[in-house]
T-cell receptor, first 112, second 108 residues
Framework: DGGITQSPKYLFRKEGQNVTLSCEQN?????MYWYRQDPGQGLRLIYY???????QKGDIAEGYSVSREKKESFPLTVTSAQKNPTAFYLC???????????FGPGTRLTVL | AQRVTQPEKLLSVFKGAPVELKCNYS??????LFWYVQYSRQRLQLLLR?????SIKGFTADLNKGETSFHLKKPFAQEEDSAMYYC??????????WGAGTKLIIKP
């Protein structure tokens, strides 16, 4: 499966702690995305980045932060301000704005 | 507001039977729609998009603007089609809205 990697696969966090999810791609894609998936719901966009050093909020950005210092990397930080962080998080990338998105395997975050 | 609805959470059909996974959308502009699929233990991947008008793994989907639908069809289901299927709509550059998904089970 190469292409997009996410780590860790499972992550446990205590309430009040920040945690960072890793996403790396070797597809040379300009755009990268973070989604949240909850049971019975579709994917919801947290943040996206069109290009290095640029990113925009998606539909549910509150309590999350990102950076895009390298083309290959788009880490997501789940802060203590996120009220309900337990979820499955998916990272994706694409060549351009309306191109096919390629997904990583996901990280399941559980807040204890 | 833009919205994508997949009315069936679960669809179970016998092998060899026709399959139709429903997707309805609400969008004021010119829609661009996708079907993504997630097989067991695999990552989410594109199945097809309406602008390419392709048939992938025997699946087709026709955009019906009058009924605001983009149903996914296959005439003869195979066991390997069992998966989770998601319909998605591009509503802005880089931004998709996703349906909640339909779990398709093909019974032998």
């Amino acid at each position: 499966d190469g292409g997009i990697t996410q780590s860790p696969k499972y992550l446990f966090r205590k309430e009040g702690q920040n945690v960072t999810l890793s996403c790396e791609q070797n597809l040379n894609h300009d755009a990268m995305y973070w989604y949240r998936q909850d049971p019975g719901q579709g994917l919801r966009l947290i943040y996206y980045s069109q290009i290095v050093n640029d990113f925009q909020k998606g539909d549910i950005a509150e309590g999350y932060s990102v950076s895009r210092e390298k083309k290959e990397s788009f880490p997501l930080t789940v802060t203590s301000a996120q009220k309900n962080p337990t979820a499955f998080y998916l990272c994706a990338s694409s060549r351009g704005a309306k191109d096919t998105q390629y997904f990583g395997p996901g990280t399941r975050l559980t807040v204890l | 507001a833009q919205r994508v609805t997949q009315p069936e959470k679960l669809l179970s059909v016998f092998k060899g039977a026709p399959v139709e996974l429903k997707c309805n959308y609400s969008y004021s502009g010119s829609p661009e729609l996708f079907w993504y699929v997630q097989y067991s233990r695999q990552r989410l991947q594109l199945l097809l998009r309406h602008i390419s008008r392709e048939s992938i793994k025997g699946f087709t989907a026709d955009l019906n603007k009058g009924e605001t639908s983009f149903h996914l069809k296959k005439p003869f289901a195979q066991e390997e089609d069992s998966a989770m299927y998601y319909c998605a709509l591009i509503y802005s550059n880089y931004q998709l809205i996703w349906g909640a998904g339909t779990k398709l089970i093909i019974k032998p």
